[in-house]
């Protein structure tokens, strides 16, 4: 499915967050959206799944989403967001309980995405029971149980160590490789946009405008941390983002 | 350095650890029970506590030895627990119902908040003669007073207890398409629980000393008449007997609170 996001505008009170955004998103691409903290990357995102009005401009859907996903545009958050009271099993079987399918479905979905990342063995486990990175395998197999059609990704590795990081980053390749998602990924960390990104979209500290689209033409899947273009590539977004980094560190945070 | 070949000497760092943790100790609560009931029986049998004052424990324990045979303790007890469970239950049904519609609909909130407020701190037994002139002296003023009693607490457990659930789990509902219902049900309500259940932790307790407050007042049959006529007859020994009732009463309530949470919370481990 293709989105685009339109002149999107938002304030909170007199504060101008987000300044005239227009970006375009293709099936099958994933477009990750760098920017130092406080820009407004976190709530670009909102407005996009329709958690958050914009205060101007419209986010379109170009095409109806595929007849089969239940949850076209779903989220995977920073902080997981599972429920503590209910089992692995139980927080992915949650976004499937309001649906119109069957209770033999139901588990047999549950039971196909957990295969998938891994997670068979650990149905019954509590959250608290589990490392962070298995959390958010968790939060991946609950996004994949509603077939979206657009992935949003709100720093989903941020709250992960850098070993967890780089673990959970090849699964999310060997996912987009297997499965073609389209992706909306915000991030502050550049080296994950270059290793996940087709396009890089970096957003300038506040309010948040779109300063610059970076192109990544080596494939997903042949991109290593010792390839010299990407490096490159990585060493141009941070010259860019350098200035607006500093300058958003000294900002004061209800300022 | 120690390349002489002979051994350096050193002094072991000094232990300053340790301690600030709770260990279950239980024969030594079970110890302190039986240390004091033995100092009481002795005082009593020598004549150093006066029978008038206070009645030796094997005393007391034939009046309860009594109250049990003659078949009076589960008369009385009956009758307290009766009111005491349905206006318990009542009180703390419409309480969480209440309190959700607060911490859920801000009219609701504005318009119930400053009442509960006010309400809340009135000492709920001077309200009994206003609920025998309402109800009548039967059983229904006294259920009355228990609900009315248990649900203010449990509404201001109810709506704090749902304040405070982690609004991403809520935002994370929304994005999944969940319905109004289901996220109420499932994720704010199990958020709540904590709170709830503390909140009934202290309504319970609130509902014994409302109903033996009343029937002290007004009732034929209850733990707190039975403690009344036990009192105007100077029947100490029985008297003792009942307070003991009570306390069993609180322990057990609390022991079945704690066992609830241990099944309800479960995924706090």
């Known amino acids: 499915m293709d989105l685009s996001l339109r002149n999107l505008t938002k304030h909170y009170g007199d504060l101008l967050v987000l300044d005239d955004i227009s970006l375009e998103l293709s099936s099958g691409e994933i477009v990750c959206l760098v920017g130092p903290s406080g820009c407004g990357k976190s709530t670009l995102l909102r407005i996009t799944g329709g958690l958050e009005r914009p205060d101007g401009g419209q986010v379109l859907q170009m095409s109806p989403p595929p007849a089969n996903s239940l949850n076209p545009l779903t989220f995977i958050f920073q902080d997981f967001a599972l429920l503590p009271w209910r089992t692995v099993e139980g927080n992915v079987s949650l976004v499937l309980e309001d649906r119109p399918i069957g209770e033999k479905e139901r588990a047999e979905i549950v039971a196909d995405v957990l295969s998938r990342t891994k997670l068979s063995d650990f149905a019954g486990a509590w959250p608290r029971q589990l490392s962070g990175g298995m959390r958010q395998r968790v939060a991946i197999a609950r996004a994949l149980a509603v077939r979206p059609a657009v992935f949003l990704m709100d720093e989903p590795l941020s709250a992960l160590d850098a070993q967890t990081r780089d673990l959970l980053m090849e699964d999310l390749v060997q996912l987009w490789l297997r499965e073609r998602f389209t992706a909306l990924y915000v991030t502050h960390n550049l080296a994950e946009a270059v290793r996940l990104g087709h396009r890089i979209a970096i957003l300038s500290r506040r309010p948040g405008r779109i300063r610059d689209i970076v192109t990544i033409e080596t494939p997903i899947d042949e991109r290593r941390h010792d390839n010299p273009g990407l490096i490159a590539v990585q060493e141009r977004l941070w010259d860019m983002m350098r200035e607006e980094a500093e300058a958003a560190e000294r900002e004061l945070a209800d300022g | ?269």
């Open chain 2, 1 to 269: 350095m120690a390349d002489n070949g002979t051994e350096r000497q050193g002094t072991p760092v000094p232990f300053r650890g340790g301690g600030y943790r709770y260990r279950p100790m239980r024969l030594i609560g079970a110890a302190t029970f039986a240390i004091l009931l033995a100092i009481w029986e002795v005082g009593s049998r020598t004549g150093f506590i006066s029978s008038l004052v206070l009645p030796a424990p094997s005393e007391v324990a034939s009046a309860f030895g009594y109250l049990w045979t003659s078949g009076q303790l589960w008369e009385h007890l009956s009758a307290s627990l009766g009111r005491l469970v349905s206006g318990w239950v009542l009180g703390t049904v419409l309480g969480v119902a209440v309190g959700f519609a607060i911490a859920l609909f801000a009219p609701v909130r504005a318009s119930l908040s400053p009442l509960v407020a006010a309400i809340f701190p009135v000492p709920k037994i001077a309200l009994l003669p206003l609920f025998i002139i309402w109800f009548g002296i039967g059983e229904a003023s006294k259920v009355g007073l228990i609900l009315f009693g248990t649900f203010f607490p449990t509404v201001i457990a109810t709506y704090g207890g749902v304040d405070n659930v982690d609004r991403g789990l809520v935002r994370m509902g929304q994005s999944f398409g969940l319905t109004r219902l289901s996220i109420a049900r499932k994720i704010l309500l199990p958020g709540a629980m904590p709170a709830i259940l503390s909140g009934m932790r202290i309504t319970a307790a609130i509902a014994i000393i409302l109903i033996v407050a009343a029937e002290l007042i007004a009732a034929q049959r209850g733990i707190g008449a039975y403690i009344q006529m036990a009192g105007s007859l100077f029947a100490i020994d029985q008297l003792v007997a009942g307070v003991l009732i009570l306390s069993a009463l609180g322990l057990t309530v609390s022991a079945m609170i704690t066992l609830l949470e241990r099944w309800l919370l479960r995924w706090r481990g």
